[in-house]
C-alpha cells in the first residue's frame, strides 16, 4: 500500500485552538473544521495510513510534527452539511525542530508548492520529495 502525505494546518491559539502538544497528549483526535473546498478535496483523497505534517498557523507558521490518518474520510457528525467531512488521526512523532514558513519560501524546492502558493489553504499534498526535504531540514 503507497502512502500519500499531507500538510494540515491548525491555529495553536484561538478559540478552536488546537496544537501539537495537545495531540501528543491526547494520542488520537477526529480532523475536522475543514471547510475550504479544495482542502476537502484533498481529505477525500486521504486513507489510512498515510502521514500528515502537523503546521501550526498564526503568530508561529511552521511544520512541527507528523500524525497519521487512521480512518478513511466519513461525514462530520457535528455538522448538518453532509460534504464537510473528517478523518481520525493519531500522534506520530514529533519533529526533531520545526521547519519555519520562512526557510520554506526561502528553499528554491518549495517554489511551486501549495504552501508557497495557496497561503490560506489548510489541507494540502505533500509530494514526496517535499516531505523528504522538510524532514531533512527538520534533522538540523
Do not use: C
Not at 2 to 26: C, H, I, T
Request: charged residues 30%.
Amino acid at each position: 500500500m503507497m502512502v500519500n502525505y499531507w500538510l494540515a494546518k491548525q491555529e495553536p491559539s484561538g478559540p478552536r485552538g488546537y496544537n501539537f502538544e495537545q495531540l501528543k497528549k491526547d494520542k488520537t483526535t477526529v480532523w475536522d473544521g475543514v471547510h475550504n473546498n479544495l482542502a476537502l478535496k484533498h481529505m477525500r483523497e486521504m486513507k489510512s495510513g498515510d502521514l500528515i505534517l502537523f503546521y501550526h498557523t498564526g503568530v508561529e507558521r511552521q511544520a512541527v510534527g507528523i500524525m497519521q490518518v487512521t480512518s478513511k474520510p466519513y461525514s462530520n457528525p457535528k455538522e448538518d452539511v453532509e460534504r464537510f467531512i473528517v478523518v481520525d488521526v493519531k500522534y506520530k512523532k514529533t519533529l526533531k525542530r520545526p521547519v519555519t514558513l520562512t526557510e520554506i519560501k526561502n528553499n528554491k524546492k518549495f517554489k511551486d508548492w501549495e504552501l508557497v502558493r495557496i497561503s490560506r489553504l489548510s489541507v494540502m499534498p505533500v509530494p514526496k520529495l517535499i516531505w523528504d526535504e522538510i524532514i531533512k531540514i527538520s534533522q538540523g
